[in-house]
């Protein structure tokens, strides 16, 4: 026999809150989105777009999603998989995601279909955090690194905060979101392997001009450790804030289980953290690559 | 609307009494899953294990992906006993539900003075995870013979007043010969059992997945078979056997009470579903209304097995 539970029931909590304490309510939750769209933007990236609850699209710029993805014909993926947020729209009610389909979990992600069901649990982890005072913010990304950046266009803009983009990709018909980036008013320098500007001696040149311009107030970046790397000597030389979201491999995605630590360097002492839960995204200083 | 009956779901297990019989197995819940769940409705709370020293844990990676199942070797990564007590105990302190603390020594002796030091205000109950490498015999975990489990068990009762639960491990012959040495021991209850010792290779590297080369199989892939020792252990003592083995679901649970689970731990599936405990509290409720079952404990050892039906195992095991 099974047991038929209704959402509502399963989500109450039961029983009276103790000491007349506000009832508990979720922040984190797993639930069935709607899929609206599930689209290739190029021959690499896909954009999947859900209908979600208030909860999920009060997502900030920075966290991630974990989405227990659809089996593949022949595949079973067991774990979730986390996804950055690529877009929130706490009025639609709807958040966006850009994937590059990769493995098990990212081929049973593109079997869906509008009106299609997808679990997905989150928001979950720590975002990017924006000061009022920046005039100038850069963001340099590299591959899956753009969608984690692209809610940040949008949030800088809210704040008054120009963006300076620089992206980096294997050809330019590989770039994703230079569209995005250009609604959000935000400059898009592209790079790439095939024209040869994107090694990390020409990030550095364009880098420090930005600098020395003075349209640099802090380094935001993801999906590179070798442009990672370059930010924090700029950063160090300069003085300059920055932040970085990081990548490892998750199985809980809530802080549980201790298998997505890495080592990070907190004024030359090395320590170990939870990708998850204290980021995904982390002080650009002290991050290991 | 129609007065819904009162369903009892308490149960007791050696001394405690808890709400419910559902609680997080070790090392998959920690102070995070407070934004998913009411913290209020869980049976009990049950720690990572921790240790007296600072461990660092396994190299990465840590976890691989099986159909049905995680193969993990975190490690038992551990800030140590006053990191513990000073910044984690008062997460636990806030809520009217008790707080279980799973422990780990590398000798009986350790266990012991680990146990007698945790035996503070605020902890309930001590579960003494010996699925772990006993140096004194050569790396095999206590939890493999009867004799280790006979001794670290009889230090450990003499250390501490506490409720004592033993965390068998699936990886030996004989489950219920070791359950009957932790009960004989003074043990107040035994969770059956710890993830199942196993292995996974990358075919395009030719290396393992794991940093640790092996690690521990759990998720529901497991459940059959820890389903079996749980009935197996039930059968053999007289203490309560708390199961822990590929439970995600109503049915799992209550499937493990009727093979002789007095409680319920949940582990892989909060990765999966992290409001999984609280979903099987409340099918849980709902299983025994439409059974008309008024308490939950009616459904432990309430598997119909006629006398004739009675299993012989002899060929599983040509040695006994
Ligand atoms: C916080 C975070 C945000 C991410 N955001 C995005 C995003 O917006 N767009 C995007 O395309 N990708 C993103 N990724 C990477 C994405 O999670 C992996 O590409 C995806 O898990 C691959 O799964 P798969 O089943 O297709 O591949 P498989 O190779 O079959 O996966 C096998 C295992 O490896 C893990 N894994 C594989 N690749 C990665 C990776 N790069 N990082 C971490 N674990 C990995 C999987 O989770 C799984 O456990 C993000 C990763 C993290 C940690
Ligand atoms: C990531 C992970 C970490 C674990 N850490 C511990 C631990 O620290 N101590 C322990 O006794 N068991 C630990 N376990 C084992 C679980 O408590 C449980 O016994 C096992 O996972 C089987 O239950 P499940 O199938 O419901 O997950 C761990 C399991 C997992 C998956
Ligand atoms: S994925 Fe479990 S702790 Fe980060």
Redesign the pocket.
């Known amino acids: 026999m099974s047991i038929q539970l209704d959402q509502s029931q399963a989500a109450a909590p039961s029983g009276a809150p103790i000491g007349g304490s506000a009832p508990w309510k979720a922040s984190i939750v797993a639930e069935l989105a709607e899929v609206v769209r599930n689209q290739a933007v190029n021959a690499e990236y896909r954009h999947l777009v859900v209908n979600c609850s208030e909860e999920a699209a009060a997502a900030q710029p920075g966290q ?1 999603f974990q989405l227990l ?1 659809p089996q593949p014909a022949g595949e079973q ?1 067991f ?1 979730r ?4 947020l ?1 877009g929130a729209d706490p009025d639609k009610r709807q958040v966006e ?11 049973g992600l593109d079997t869906l279909r509008p009106g299609d069901q997808l679990d997905i649990m989150g928001p979950l982890g720590v975002g990017f955090t924006l000061d009022p005072e920046w005039r100038h913010i850069v963001a340099v990304g590299r591959g ?1 690194g753009l ?2 950046l692209a809610p940040l266009a949008r949030a800088a803009k809210a704040n008054g905060t120009q963006v300076i983009a620089v992206f980096s990709a294997r050809r330019p018909d590989l770039l994703v979101s230079v569209e995005l980036f250009h609604r959000h008013g935000a400059d898009v320098i592209a790079v790439t392997d095939s024209e040869a500007t994107s090694g990390p001696a020409n990030v550095e040149r364009i880098l420090r001009r930005l600098v020395a311009d003075g349209r640099c107030d802090a380094f935001f970046t993801c999906g590179s450790s070798r442009l990672m790397r370059v930010q924090q000597r700029l950063a160090r030389e300069f003085g300059l804030p920055g932040q970085v979201a990081m ?4 199985a809980c995605g809530i802080g549980l289980c201790y298998c997505c630590v890495r080592d990070f360097n907190v004024n030359g002492e090395i320590v170990n953290r939870r ?1 998850c839960w204290d980021g ?1 995204v982390f002080d650009l200083m002290e991050a290991l690559p | 609307m129609s007065m819904t009956p009162n369903i009892d779901l308490s149960v007791a297990i050696g001394g405690l009494t808890l709400r419910n019989p559902v609680m997080p197995a070790s090392g998959t819940f920690a102070e995070g899953l407070e934004k998913v769940m009411d913290f209020n409705r869980l049976g009990a709370f049950v720690t990572k294990t921790i240790t007296r020293e600072l461990r660092a844990g396994n190299p990465l990676p840590r976890v691989v ?1 099986r159909p049905g199942g995680l193969i993990n070797a975190i490690g038992i990564p551990s800030k140590g006993v006053p990191y513990f007590i000073e910044k984690i105990m008062p997460h636990y302190a806030a809520y009217d539900t008790p707080l279980v603390v799973s422990i780990s020594a590398p000798t009986a002796e350790g266990f012991a003075s680990l146990a007698a030091e945790l035996s503070i205000p605020g902890v309930a109950a001590i579960e003494a995870n010996i699925s772990c490498p006993n140096i004194e015999e050569d790396g095999k975990a206590f939890a493999m013979r009867a004799e280790s489990t006979e001794k670290v068990t009889r230090l450990l009762r003499a250390a501490t007043e506490l409720p004592l639960w033993l965390k068998l491990t699936p990886n030996t012959g004989d489950v219920p010969e070791v359950a009957r040495a932790a009960e004989a021991a003074g043990a107040d209850a035994v969770v059956v059992a710890n993830t199942i010792l196993s292995m996974a290779i990358d075919l395009k590297s030719f290396k393992p997945c794991l940093g640790n080369i092996m690690g521990g199989l759990s998720g529901p892939a497991i459940k059959p078979i820890v389903l079996r020792q749980v009935f197996q252990c039930a059968k053999a003592v007289k203490i309560p056997v708390i199961g822990c083995g590929g439970i995600s679901t109503a049915e799992d649970a209550i499937e493990y009470m009727l093979a002789g689970a007095s409680a319920v731990q949940v582990g892989t599936a909060t990765f999966l579903q992290p409001a999984a405990m609280t979903t099987i509290i409340d099918g849980l409720r709902s299983f025994c209304l439409h059974r008309e079952i008024p308490r939950v404990t009616d459904l432990i050892r309430g598997v119909v097995i006629e006398e004739a039906d009675e299993p012989d195992l002899a060929w599983l095991d040509p040695v006994s």
């Open positions: 991630f993805c993926p774990l998989r986390p996804m950055s690529y995601f850009l994937y590059k389909v990769t493995g098990a979990g990212t081929r899956a969608a984690t990548e490892q491999q998750m990708v995904p | 992906e």
